[in-house]
């Protein structure tokens, strides 16, 4: 596709964005979960890609220049020819998947359509809202400040056309039934097929779908349920989301070649570096991508597998997009795999909202064990000490009573006890005593570590707490494994 834009020209930046989707797509039960979650997350992927193309399809539209700017993460932007009959076009457009939306979720989801008129300069400079060469991002932040708008109008369309309709109550009672996936009662509900020993569920018609698409995925991709993911142990919930991305779009490109290149960077990490990574031998066992798209992700596994396989995202993702000032955190929640999935996904959204305000908002952080930390340099140190601890106690015997203590003596720093300082040389000169060289030369790097660096800024209190922490877990969870 041609990249350059018609100079001079009455154009329109088209911007489409699916409102909903992170309340939607955690909005469910346990009750099988895995192929909800999987069916939903490409439900919504299906839904944005066919708003787009039946925008891109309006024959006034089609019949004149267009040319697509972004699409993903329930987000597209496009450039199409400005006339009066492409604007009333795209708003009937509007009207009729909103109002379809609306008939199919009942507010659960929603759609924004908005455009900006503009014309492009010979400078790669543009004349908008009465601004003459103007940056090209003003064309966001004129489309994203309509979305903010309507968020507060929502299908103010089928109000206007369904007052009634809009506003009676929905009846329950009688054969009405609460669907085993979101909790809602409707009479609309259908009977799901039930699996050999299953109870009878009752499900919408939508959410049928969602299970169905997500049974064709699991039949293709073999993809397990989150009780098999963990076995044994703790699952991890996980959710990554890109920093800033709003704000590069914004202020970070001087040209639409430059907007363009930059989108598909980002829709190819999304889209096949990523599912590369999962389907490593080191990860493809152990854990699933439930969502990815545009700049977060959501990811389920085995909650060792899952820590290890942010930090090679984080990894691939900057080697990747290789673009200043444009990074990725997350927060990572541990649980049991019988817990509350949907639940989980909030406790890990609170973990990604940590990493993200980690140093004064200087994000490129990961939370985890409830800590945010540096994915510069912090998470590294973090676990090669980590790993330090596991060999040392499974291959030298040293007694894990050190992880415990570590965690302790963070603690008391944390209070403003300064007794944590000699606490600590008293600890390490008692616990090497009688130990092997190994277990010795541990102790001496630990105590450097602690005590020989600046006591005011001295976070490895902080980081060799949670190597600790980390260590049991683990050192838990290999024991168990020997046991089986």
């Not at 400078?123 to 003003?138: M, P, R, Y």
């Amino acid at each position: 596709m041609d990249n350059k834009l018609p100079i001079n020209q009455d154009l329109l930046f088209v911007g489409g964005d699916l409102s909903g989707i992170q309340k939607f797509l955690y909005n469910i039960t346990s009750k099988k979960a895995a192929v909800s979650l999987k069916g939903r997350s490409q439900y919504l992927d299906d839904i944005i890609k066919n708003v787009q193309k039946r925008i891109e399809s309006i024959p006034e539209v089609s019949n004149s220049f267009s040319q697509q700017v972004y699409s993903s993460g329930g987000k597209f932007y496009l450039i199409v020819k400005d006339t009066p009959q492409i604007r009333g076009a795209i708003d009937d457009e509007k009207n009729k998947i909103e109002s379809e939306l609306w008939e199919e979720h009942r507010g659960q989801l929603s759609i924004n359509i908005g455009y900006v008129p503009f014309s492009f300069n010979e400078d790669d400079t543009i004349n908008v809202s009465g601004k003459e060469h103007a940056k090209l991002g003003h064309l966001w932040h004129e489309v994203n400040s309509q979305f903010a708008t309507w968020k507060t109008q929502k299908f103010k369309h089928v109000i206007d056309n369904n007052y009634n309709q809009f506003f009676s109550p929905i009846e329950v009672g009688g054969q009405s039934h609460i669907c085993a996936i979101t909790g809602i009662e409707s009479s609309e509900c259908v009977k799901l097929e039930k699996d050999s020993d299953e109870e009878e569920l009752y499900v919408l018609p939508s959410v049928k779908k969602q299970i169905d698409i997500g049974k064709q995925l699991r039949a293709k991709q073999g993809f397990k349920t989150f009780e098999e993911y963990a076995k044994d142990t703790y699952l991890g919930v996980l959710r990554m989301d890109v920093d800033g991305l709003g704000k590069v779009f914004i202020e970070g490109f001087p040209t639409f070649q430059e907007y363009t290149a930059f989108s598909h960077t980002l829709s190819e990490f999304f889209e096949k570096k990523l599912t590369a990574i999962q389907a490593s031998a080191e990860y493809s066992e152990y854990l699933n991508i439930i969502y990815a798209g545009g700049d977060d992700m959501f990811v389920v596994g085995r909650w060792d597998k899952v820590i290890n396989f942010a930090y090679d995202v984080r990894n691939a993702f900057i080697q990747h997009v290789n673009k200043k000032n444009v990074s990725i955190s997350g927060g990572i929640a541990i649980v049991d795999p019988k817990f509350p999935i949907s639940k989980a996904a909030e406790l890990s959204g609170d973990a990604e909202t940590a990493a993200k305000e980690f140093h004064n908002n200087e994000k490129n952080a990961f939370n985890f064990f409830g800590q945010s930390v540096s994915w510069n340099k912090e998470f590294e140190y973090i676990n090669n000490f980590k790993q330090e601890m596991v060999d040392l106690c499974e291959k030298e015997q040293m007694p894990r009573s050190i992880l415990h203590k570590l965690i302790t003596l963070n603690d008391l720093k944390s209070r403003g006890e300064l007794k944590y300082i000699w606490n600590t040389a008293y600890y390490l000169s008692r616990f090497r005593a009688g130990k092997k060289e190994s277990i010795k030369q541990f102790c001496d790097k630990l105590e450097k570590e602690l005590l020989k660096s600046e006591q005011q800024s001295n976070r490895n209190y902080e980081l060799l707490a949670l190597s600790a922490r980390w260590a049991e877990l683990q050192l838990r969870q290999n024991n168990n494994n020997k046991k089986l």
